[in-house]
């Protein structure tokens, strides 16, 4: 699962790199793009997204469980009901596009926001592809089949990749002035294309897997009122999540020409080491501890918190340090080519040191949020996650009339590790309460043993970049020479001194890799 995710999450970054290359980092054009994608994103998380993660794995890992139900007909009508839902939600959106983009991004112009406006539009039917993909994924997991609903967005991926190599080799520029009605339509179907690429790969895997796609009408005798009872908790947070989104996105738009791609690269970037480690983890956990949670064995259920925290944070506890100590430097070596411009590259990792903080409260509060879920509970995780967005709602408008200007994009982000590590503490002591123990004593040993030893890890890398900064430049090619030489030596100390502090979970982690390589 974690090579898969790895192998996404790259050929993500890849199209995020062809995407800046022929939109420019720092453009109208690009910022306009990204806001009107956004959007599907943001529209599918607030009816289904939220569910789909609290409620469809553990609630057809039940259903698989109990004889007296047909499990079959069952998963049909409810990936039958996610159809026609989000195909109602689809065509709503678009006749209120925009009033959609008015909302998210007052800070445009007006050629701005007509062009996100025809973006938006054929955009929105991603909504319905991420549904599909999510209610497949659900039901492959549910059957123990992990690795391939994360070797699905590769072919999203790859579509994108293709799509921004044609709009450059048919002239497209970073300038929006120049864009034309073939451009706008090449760009913004070959990215919806790419969603639904992802969803046929799903598709056609849940078939092999012996599961027959039918659509049913009738969506009786799936407990519809229980469903949405449980999802209306998860709606809520959501609700919130995205409220806090859109508020932080508001302000980013105003924080000068191009802030708003700034930001979503750096937070882009933020959430691939969580999702190669953390996302792999939460997958493979999630079925198992609704297993454990519906046989009461709540002594598993804590020995899998423990073990799953413990070895997201041996890798998630450097990989923060190294986001601080080299964020400019990778951000200039990944995005400062094409049209981009190099002070935003520069302001990407900034912005992206700002996030690293919040990485291992972020992946923790994540992953104590599916033990609730696996328990059956989405009525606490969602009253902590509105929590959780009051702050970082508050904490970005604190931040934004502090730090005016290209500032505020750093001041958002750092805003982000203050909310997590709230959301982290409170959730802790939610499932104290409710399982009895998680594990804390050992929990605190263990990430304080790991900080010391990329404490000392970071600090090395800090000296070599300082060192060797000034012989090798600020472009692209001496960003690579500091990145790989600092990183080599970050992690080698980072290796010796988890070594000394007899650092358990490293062991365990690298144990495994022989055998990862030998499946491959």
Same mark, same amino acid.
């Given at each position: 699962?974690?090579?898969?995710?790895?192998?996404?999450?790259?050929?993500?970054?890849?199209?995020?790199?062809?995407?800046?290359?022929?939109?420019?980092?720092?453009?109208?054009?690009?910022?306009?793009?990204?806001?009107?994608?956004?959007?599907?994103?943001?529209?599918?998380?607030?009816?289904?997204?939220?569910?789909?993660?609290?409620?469809?794995?553990?609630?057809?890992?039940?259903?698989?469980?109990?004889?007296?139900?047909?499990?079959?007909?069952?998963?049909?009508?409810?990936?039958?009901?996610?159809?026609?839902?989000?195909?109602?939600?689809?065509?709503?959106?678009?006749?209120?596009?925009?009033?959609?983009?008015?909302?998210?991004?007052?800070?445009?112009?007006?050629?701005?926001?007509?062009?996100?406006?025809?973006?938006?539009?054929?955009?929105?039917? %991603?909504?319905?592809?991420?549904?599909?993909?999510?209610?497949?994924?659900?039901?492959?997991?549910?059957?123990?089949?992990?690795?391939?609903?994360?070797?699905?967005?590769?072919?999203?991926?790859?579509?994108?990749?293709?799509?921004?190599?044609?709009?450059?080799?048919?002239?497209?520029?970073?300038?929006?002035?120049?864009?034309?009605?073939?451009?706008?339509?090449?760009?913004?179907?070959?990215?919806?294309?790419?969603?639904?690429?992802?969803?046929?790969?799903?598709?056609?895997?849940?078939?092999?897997?012996?599961?027959?796609?039918?659509?049913?009408?009738?969506?009786?005798?799936?407990?519809?009122?229980?469903?949405?009872?449980?999802?209306?908790?998860?709606?809520?947070?959501?609700?919130?999540?995205?409220?806090?989104?859109?508020?932080?996105?508001?302000?980013?738009? %105003?924080?000068?020409?191009?802030?708003?791609?700034?930001?979503?690269?750096?937070?882009?970037?933020? %959430?691939?080491?969580?999702?190669?480690?953390?996302?792999?983890?939460?997958?493979?956990?999630?079925?198992?501890?609704?297993?454990? @949670?519906?046989?009461?064995?709540?002594?598993?259920?804590?020995?899998?918190?423990?073990?799953?925290?413990?070895?997201?944070?041996?890798?998630?506890?450097?990989? @923060?340090?190294?986001?601080?100590?080299?964020?400019?430097?990778?951000?200039?070596?990944?995005?400062?080519?094409?049209?981009?411009?190099?002070?935003?590259?520069?302001?990407?990792?900034?912005?992206?040191?700002?996030?690293?903080?919040?990485?291992?409260?972020?992946?923790?509060? %994540?992953?104590?949020?599916?033990?609730?879920?696996?328990?059956?509970?989405?009525?606490?995780?969602?009253?902590?996650?509105?929590?959780?967005?009051?702050?970082?709602?508050?904490?970005?408008?604190?931040?934004?009339?502090?730090?005016?200007?290209?500032?505020?994009?750093?001041?958002?982000?750092?805003?982000?590790?203050?909310?997590?590590?709230?959301?982290?503490?409170?959730?802790?002591?939610?499932?104290?309460?409710?399982?009895?123990?998680?594990?804390?004593?050992?929990?605190?040993?263990?990430?304080?043993?790991?900080?010391?030893?990329?404490?000392?890890?970071?600090?090395? @890398?800090?000296?070599?970049?300082?060192?060797?900064?000034?012989?090798?430049?600020?472009?692209?090619?001496?960003?690579?020479?500091?990145?790989?030489?600092?990183?080599?030596?970050?992690?080698?100390?980072?290796?010796?001194?988890?070594?000394?502090?007899?650092?358990?979970?490293?062991?365990?982690?690298?144990?495994?890799?022989?055998?990862?390589?030998?499946?491959?």
């Amino acid at each position: 699962m974690a090579v898969a995710t790895l192998v996404s999450r790259i050929t993500g970054f890849l199209r995020t790199l062809a995407l800046v290359s022929a939109l420019g980092l720092g453009t109208h054009l690009l910022d306009t793009y990204t806001a009107a994608n956004v959007t599907p994103n943001a529209v599918y998380e607030l009816v289904m997204g939220g569910a789909a993660a609290s409620v469809l794995v553990p609630l057809l890992v039940r259903v698989t469980a109990d004889e007296d139900v047909d499990a079959e007909l069952f998963t049909q009508r409810l990936l039958s009901l996610v159809l026609y839902g989000l195909s109602a939600v689809v065509l709503v959106t678009i006749v209120a596009a925009p009033l959609i983009v008015e909302l998210t991004v007052p800070g445009f112009g007006a050629a701005q926001r007509e062009l996100a406006v025809d973006f938006t539009r054929i955009f929105l039917p %991603q909504i319905l592809f991420y549904g599909i993909s999510a209610a497949l994924a659900a039901i492959l997991n549910a059957r123990g089949r992990f690795a391939a609903p994360m070797w699905a967005p590769v072919a999203n991926n790859l579509v994108v990749i293709a799509t921004a190599g044609t709009f450059l080799l048919a002239g497209g520029t970073g300038r929006m002035e120049t864009l034309t009605q073939g451009q706008t339509l090449l760009l913004s179907i070959g990215t919806s294309a790419g969603v639904g690429a992802q969803m046929v790969v799903l598709a056609v895997v849940t078939r092999r897997a012996g599961f027959p796609l039918r659509l049913r009408a009738d969506p009786r005798g799936i407990a519809v009122r229980r469903i949405a009872a449980m999802a209306g908790w998860t709606v809520a947070s959501v609700t919130a999540a995205q409220a806090a989104l859109i508020v932080v996105n508001r302000l980013a738009s %105003q924080a000068g020409p191009g802030a708003v791609s700034v930001f979503s690269n750096a937070y882009t970037l933020f %959430q691939l080491p969580y999702a190669v480690v953390a996302v792999t983890v939460i997958t493979g956990m999630l079925p198992r501890m609704s297993r454990a @949670a519906t046989e009461r064995d709540l002594s598993q259920v804590t020995a899998d918190l423990s073990r799953s925290l413990r070895l997201t944070g041996v890798v998630l506890v450097p990989v @923060a340090a190294a986001l601080v100590v080299l964020g400019p430097r990778l951000t200039t070596l990944l995005f400062a080519h094409g049209n981009a411009s190099p002070g935003a590259a520069h302001l990407t990792g900034v912005v992206l040191a700002a996030y690293a903080p919040a990485l291992v409260p972020f992946a923790g509060y %994540q992953i104590m949020l599916r033990v609730h879920y696996a328990l059956g509970d989405t009525r606490t995780p969602a009253l902590i996650s509105v929590a959780v967005s009051a702050a970082l709602l508050v904490a970005s408008l604190v931040a934004a009339r502090l730090h005016p200007g290209a500032d505020m994009v750093v001041a958002l982000a750092g805003c982000t590790a203050v909310a997590y590590a709230l959301g982290l503490v409170i959730t802790a002591q939610s499932l104290r309460r409710r399982i009895g123990r998680i594990d804390g004593r050992r929990l605190l040993r263990s990430h304080a043993r790991m900080l010391v030893a990329a404490g000392v890890a970071g600090l090395a @890398a800090a000296v070599v970049a300082s060192g060797l900064g000034p012989a090798v430049g600020t472009g692209p090619g001496g960003s690579l020479a500091v990145v790989c030489a600092a990183t080599l030596t970050g992690a080698c100390l980072y290796a010796l001194a988890a070594r000394l502090l007899r650092i358990g979970e490293l062991t365990a982690l690298t144990a495994g890799l022989p055998w990862t390589f030998r499946s491959l």
